[in-house]
């Protein structure tokens, strides 16, 4: 009986010795192994991560995060969660979700504050976190050496549709980056920008369906292409 090559050559991953010789132990079993004790460190040796939940108005990024956040606190598992101060929306100290769904948390002037207070954590939380400083980037990464597995939520874009203050940042030293869509309600398409519905040039202006609507990017152009023209005919109308 003639055995191929290719099975032979399997076989002898498996050779052994029937009387107590040692085993062949084939290169791709150590490599299994290696991943499996990585994973089951123990808590001083854990790994930080850094995960990003980015998204236009009305996407759900706070309901991911309150989600994710839960979970770990299901799991026995210290929890932190951060706000920056000026976002007093549903509430002074919850992170509250569009849903009304909500998680304690405590609100921060600046980036460095969530730093000093996350001490003796394994889960970190930040919502909206575009409003936050620059530094937030580098805390984020210090969180993470730290072993600490910090979970961001913001917006991806402002109101023009422009990258939003520390986002690309962070999301560019993310291990994870999760994209979510609201729905557009003009078209009905997934929809990414947040389209300002009153008449403001300030980036950063708190609001909900009163000042925002989730628009696709077909729809976000063509409401700007109007919007720049109610202002023509404006200066137009005052002129006269």
């Not at 799991?75 to 909500?102: C, G, L, M, W």
């Not at 936050?132 to 730290?146: N, P, T």
Request: hydrophobic share 40%; aromatic share 10%.
């Amino acid at each position: 009986m003639r055995i191929s090559k290719k099975y032979t050559t399997f076989a002898a991953y498996f050779r052994f010795t029937r009387f107590g010789g040692t085993s062949y132990i084939p290169p791709f079993i150590n490599f299994i192994r290696m991943y499996s004790e990585r994973d089951s460190q123990s808590p001083h040796q854990r790994r930080g991560t850094i995960e990003v939940v980015c998204g236009s108005m009305f996407s759900g990024k706070t309901e991911e995060l309150i989600r994710r956040m839960r979970r770990a606190q299901f799991a026995k598992q210290k929890v932190e969660i951060f706000k920056p101060a000026i976002d007093t929306r549903y509430s002074e100290q919850e992170v509250v979700s569009h849903n009304h769904n909500s998680i304690m948390s405590t609100p921060v002037e600046s980036a460095a504050s969530i730093l000093l207070l996350s001490e003796e954590v394994d889960v970190v939380g930040i919502d909206e976190a575009q409003f936050f400083d620059m530094g937030i980037v580098d805390v984020c990464r210090k969180l993470a050496s730290k072993g600490i597995r910090v979970i961001i939520a913001g917006l991806d874009m402002d109101y023009k549709g422009v990258p939003f203050g520390p986002m690309p940042a962070l999301m560019a030293i993310a291990d994870d980056v999760f994209k979510a869509h609201a729905i557009c309600v003009r078209c009905g398409n997934l929809a990414s920008f947040s389209h300002r519905t009153v008449e403001s040039n300030r980036q950063v202006l708190l609001g909900e369906t009163e000042t925002y609507e989730p628009l696709c990017r077909c729809c976000f152009e063509k409401a700007a292409k109007e919007l720049i023209q109610k202002v023509e005919n404006n200066l137009i109308k005052e002129e006269d």
